[in-house]
């Protein structure tokens, strides 16, 4: 399995910004996806933003033109730039990778995941 290490995360008000990072401890993201998700308390983990090595990105409907997943080969990491936060954006938020071919909004198909990074969005 492969490391991978969330930073990023952070309090800040509603309509603020926060950019989280994934790094990995090699090369990334050589299967064929990675994806962020997200799991507030009490609730199931859920898909945010998915990226496929081909350059197709994904959205959940509910971050979908606030928030934009990108790669940096050159430095093995990830991001996910979070703009126009609400207070439902307020979880802790996971990066994976190590693709197994499913559908990329299932968390089932990741076998490598971080151990997150805490988001909160103050009203």
């Known amino acids: 399995q492969v490391q991978l290490v969330e930073s990023g995360g952070g309090l800040v008000q509603a309509g603020g910004s926060l950019r989280l990072s994934c790094a990995t401890s090699r090369r990334p993201f050589s299967s064929e996806a990675m994806g962020w998700f997200r799991q507030a308390p009490g609730k199931e983990r859920e898909f945010v933003a998915g990226f496929r090595w081909s350059g197709i990105t994904y959205y959940a409907d509910s971050v979908k033109g606030r928030f934009t997943i990108s790669l940096d080969n050159g430095k093995n990491t990830a991001y996910l730039q979070m703009n126009s936060l609400k207070p439902e954006d307020t979880a802790l938020y996971y990066c994976?990778?190590?693709?197994?071919?499913?559908?990329?909004?299932?968390?089932?198909?990741?076998?490598?995941w971080g151990q997150g990074t805490q988001v909160t969005v103050s009203s």
């Open positions: 994976a990778t190590d693709y197994n071919g499913g559908g990329i909004r299932a968390s089932s198909s990741f076998g490598s």
